[in-house]
Each structure stands twice: as structure tokens, then as C-alpha cells.
């Protein structure tokens, strides 16, 4: 199974990550966070670097950012042509098909909040110590080029939304919702795929109510 997560800046995505594997057993899941590609990294196919992050049979892998990179940062920031990123939509849907027919459960949730609502946070990231380290410069910049970033982000959306994997966008002006959102899509679609896969959910615990 493999929870891939993108979305906005500040849109809240380690809050729900951390909500989503706390309780799990840390031997069958793990998390892991793409930023640039390294310099060895940009020398093979841009879906390279994320093979071995993809999980195994009975393992679980949650992605903070992923292979969208090269429809968004990269297309926005100009580190990828326009036959680059403009061919990769084909690419990437391509790539997870085979995963999914392979038999993953892939999930994949965008974090929507409004330009205003990611100005608040900003904002209180910058007069928080303990958070200030989350705000950097080129946080600032992309929000300059939000504009750009939302066609890119509309194109994304419609281009790599399949039948296998569909796109879950999630309302996350509230942190609560989308956290307890993402819990239940979650637990869903695990339910939805055990069921196809010929295995019946465990009931819930005796007491507790769906």
C-alpha cells in the first residue's frame, strides 16, 4: 500500500502524516520525503529515485511529495522542458498502473487550502520559535508564483486522474478535518481492496460504532 501526499505549502501534510502512522507498527510502514532530485539523481529517468521507497508485499509506504514534482516544481521553476514535463503526465499514469495492477492500493490526496489561509499560517510559523524553521525564502517565492502553480496543479489533476488511482483532494482550511478525511479514506480504501482481494475486514471492536 502506498499513501502519496502533495499540496500547498503549510497545507498540513506532516500533520496528517503523523496522524496516520502513529499508531502503526514502525517495522511494516515507512515514510519518505523527496525534495530536489541530487545530482546523481538527475542523471536517470526522473521516476528512478523513487523505486526504492515503493513498498513490498504486506508493507506500507507514505510519500511526502513524490514524482509530481516534475508537473509542478519543476514545471513552474523551469527545471524541466516543455516536452519533459508535458510528456511525463503519460509517464507517470503509466507508472502507476503497473504498480497498481501489480496489486498496490495507491492512494493519492492533494491538500487544498486557500491563498489566504496559507498566508495565515505563514505567518504564524514566522512568530513561532519552534516553528520558524518550517519558512524559508523559497517558501515566500512560490507563493509569488501561486498563480502559476494553480494551472499547474489543475492540469495535474485532470491529466493523471485515473481509474486505478484516483486523486482524493481534501479540504484542509481545517487540520482536523483533513486529518480525520485522510484516516477515513484511508481505512476505505484498505477495507475496499481487501474485500476485491478476497479477504473480509476484521469487525470493529466490540463498543465502537463505524
Same mark, same amino acid.
Given at each position: 500500500?502506498?499513501?502519496?501526499?502533495? &499540496?500547498?505549502?503549510?497545507?498540513?501534510?506532516?500533520?496528517?502524516?503523523?496522524?496516520?502512522?502513529?499508531?502503526?507498527?514502525?517495522?511494516?510502514?515507512?515514510?519518505?520525503?523527496?525534495?530536489?532530485?541530487?545530482?546523481?539523481?538527475?542523471?536517470?529517468?526522473?521516476?528512478?529515485?523513487?523505486?526504492?521507497?515503493?513498498?513490498?508485499?504486506?508493507?506500507?509506504?507514505?510519500?511526502?511529495?513524490?514524482?509530481? &514534482?516534475?508537473?509542478?516544481?519543476?514545471?513552474?521553476?523551469?527545471?524541466?522542458?516543455?516536452?519533459?514535463?508535458?510528456?511525463?503526465? $503519460?509517464?507517470?499514469?503509466?507508472?502507476?498502473?503497473?504498480?497498481?495492477?501489480?496489486?498496490?492500493?495507491?492512494?493519492?490526496?492533494?491538500?487544498?487550502?486557500?491563498?489566504?489561509?496559507? *498566508?495565515?499560517?505563514?505567518?504564524?510559523?514566522?512568530?513561532?520559535?519552534?516553528?520558524?524553521?518550517?519558512?524559508?525564502?523559497?517558501?515566500?517565492?512560490?507563493?509569488?508564483?501561486?498563480?502559476?502553480?494553480?494551472?499547474?496543479?489543475? $492540469?495535474? *489533476?485532470?491529466?493523471?486522474?485515473?481509474?486505478?488511482?484516483?486523486?482524493?483532494?481534501?479540504?484542509?482550511?481545517?487540520?482536523?478535518?483533513?486529518?480525520?478525511?485522510?484516516?477515513?479514506?484511508?481505512?476505505?480504501?484498505?477495507?475496499?481492496?481487501?474485500?476485491?482481494? &478476497?479477504?473480509?475486514?476484521?469487525?470493529?471492536?466490540?463498543?465502537?460504532?463505524?
Amino acid at each position: 500500500m502506498c499513501v502519496l501526499f502533495e &499540496g500547498w505549502d503549510a497545507a498540513g501534510k506532516g500533520g496528517v502524516i503523523k496522524r496516520l502512522v502513529a499508531p502503526l507498527d514502525p517495522r511494516h510502514v515507512r515514510v519518505a520525503q523527496f525534495s530536489a532530485p541530487s545530482h546523481d539523481e538527475k542523471r536517470h529517468h526522473f521516476l528512478w529515485r523513487f523505486y526504492p521507497s515503493l513498498p513490498g508485499w504486506g508493507g506500507m509506504a507514505v510519500l511526502d511529495r513524490s514524482w509530481y &514534482g516534475r508537473v509542478l516544481v519543476e514545471r513552474v521553476e523551469g527545471l524541466a522542458t516543455l516536452d519533459q514535463w508535458d510528456r511525463a503526465y $503519460d509517464e507517470i499514469v503509466q507508472f502507476e498502473r503497473s504498480l497498481c495492477l501489480e496489486g498496490m492500493i495507491l492512494i493519492k490526496f492533494w491538500l487544498h487550502i486557500s491563498e489566504g489561509e496559507q *498566508l495565515a499560517r505563514f505567518r504564524r510559523r514566522e512568530q513561532d520559535p519552534l516553528k520558524r524553521w518550517k519558512l524559508t525564502d523559497e517558501d515566500w517565492r512560490n507563493r509569488d508564483q501561486r498563480a502559476a502553480y494553480e494551472r499547474a496543479v489543475e $492540469d495535474m *489533476l485532470e491529466r493523471t486522474d485515473h481509474e486505478l488511482a484516483r486523486w482524493r483532494p481534501v479540504e484542509a482550511e481545517s487540520k482536523r478535518y483533513a486529518r480525520v478525511k485522510v484516516l477515513e479514506t484511508v481505512v476505505g480504501e484498505i477495507e475496499t481492496g481487501m474485500r476485491e482481494r &478476497g479477504f473480509e475486514p476484521p469487525p470493529l471492536a466490540h463498543g465502537r460504532t463505524p
